[in-house]
């Protein structure tokens, strides 16, 4: 399962309210991250092939709380893609 494509870079940079640089995957992960002129931002995506699992993680230095809704709203984005 190619993690990049459950998460793709429009909504990894939605999710994060920012630009991000070209995805890097690594076998069933794949990483956005923030440009080095900032501000400081990455979504990771970790996929389990055999039991069918996935993790989303968003790493800002703001309030978690402003980014709940674009979590669920990739979180159900990436369901409906399994």
């Known amino acids: 399962m190619d993690a990049c ?10 999710l ?3 630009p991000l640089e070209e995805p890097v995957s690594v076998r ?3 990483t956005y991250t923030g440009p080095v002129s900032g501000p400081l931002a990455q979504v990771e995506v ?6 069918t ?8 230095l703001d ?16 369901a409906g893609r399994l």
Do not use: I, M, N
């Open 16 to 18: 994060a309210g920012t």
């Open 53 to 60: 699992w996935v993790a989303v993680r968003l790493v800002r």
């Open 46 to 51: 970790f996929v389990s092939v055999s039991g």
């Open 63 to 78: 309030d978690p709380a402003g980014y709940a809704k674009r979590l669920t709203d990739v979180a159900r984005t990436v």
């Open 28 to 30: 069933e992960t794949c």
């Open 5 to 14: 494509a459950l998460v793709t870079q429009e909504e990894a940079e939605k």
